[in-house]
């Protein structure tokens, strides 16, 4: 990963990078314990330390950029979410419900 790339599994955390306008790179769905987890890979200048910032409790956003950028992350996830199922049937059924 590159020193100007995270990645994180929060939400909040995501939302947060998104309504300061950094790159969304992916979103990765993996099936941990049969339920499914992402994680969002996000990119920029000085992301580090606004990550940092965020985990002290010293960042501050636009409110409703935060709820636009959560609302559409929750819209981009579902459909990850979707797609990672689709595959994943599309798989078993190629090997026989075997994985």
């Known amino acids: 990963m590159e020193t100007n790339q995270i990645k994180t599994a929060d939400m909040y955390?995501?939302?947060?990078?998104?309504s300061m306008g950094f790159k969304l790179e992916k979103i990765e769905v993996d099936t941990i314990n049969r339920r499914q987890v992402a994680s969002f890979y996000y990119s920029g200048e000085e992301i580090q330390r606004v990550q940092i910032n965020y985990f002290n409790g010293e960042t501050t956003v636009n409110l409703l950029e935060f709820r636009r950028s959560y609302a559409r992350l929750n819209s981009l996830l579902g459909s990850a979410k979707k797609e990672a199922t689709d595959k994943k049937k599309a798989l078993e059924s190629t090997t026989g419900g075997q994985i």
């Open 13 to 18: 955390e995501a939302a947060m990078y998104e």
